[in-house]
């Protein structure tokens, strides 16, 4: 099992950037596929991102793409979320997921395929 912990949050004006942190307890971090959720004021929980357990292959939302980043480092248990031209929309908490698979390569984009979150971290964006 894994247990995942968030950190990076914060509050930044419309146009920054902020680097999300997820750091995973367990030894075979490596085994787990890794995603990006968030969930904004009166929404529901929405993907972000997500990375293979590789690292090789990414997905990522619509509404994010070309201004967020995800990555991972297999040695240091964590994965990353880059958010750059940060805008007021994207104010929410942002949860970390896992969950194992075999397949080193495939990635998974909704909730449910996930077994393991944490408690999330606020990104507040002001205008």
């Known amino acids: 099992q894994v247990q995942p912990v968030e950190s990076g949050g914060g509050m930044v004006q419309a146009g920054g950037s902020l680097r999300l942190r997820c750091a995973a307890s367990g030894r075979t971090f490596s085994n787990y596929a890794m995603g990006w959720f968030r969930q904004g004021p009166g929404q529901e929980r929405e993907f972000v991102a997500a990375?293979?357990?590789?690292?090789?292959?990414?997905y990522y939302a619509d509404s994010v793409k070309g201004r967020f980043t995800i990555s991972r480092d297999n040695a240091k248990n964590t994965v990353y979320l880059q958010i750059n031209s940060l805008k007021p929309e994207d104010t929410a908490v942002y949860y970390c997921?896992?969950?194992?698979?075999?397949?080193?390569?495939?990635?998974?984009?909704?909730?449910?395929?996930?077994?393991?979150w944490g408690q999330g971290t606020q990104v507040t964006v002001s205008s």
């Open positions: 990375i293979s357990r590789s690292g090789g292959s990414t």
């Open positions: 997921a896992a969950r194992t698979t075999y397949n080193r390569t495939r990635y998974f984009a909704e909730g449910p395929e996930y077994d393991y």
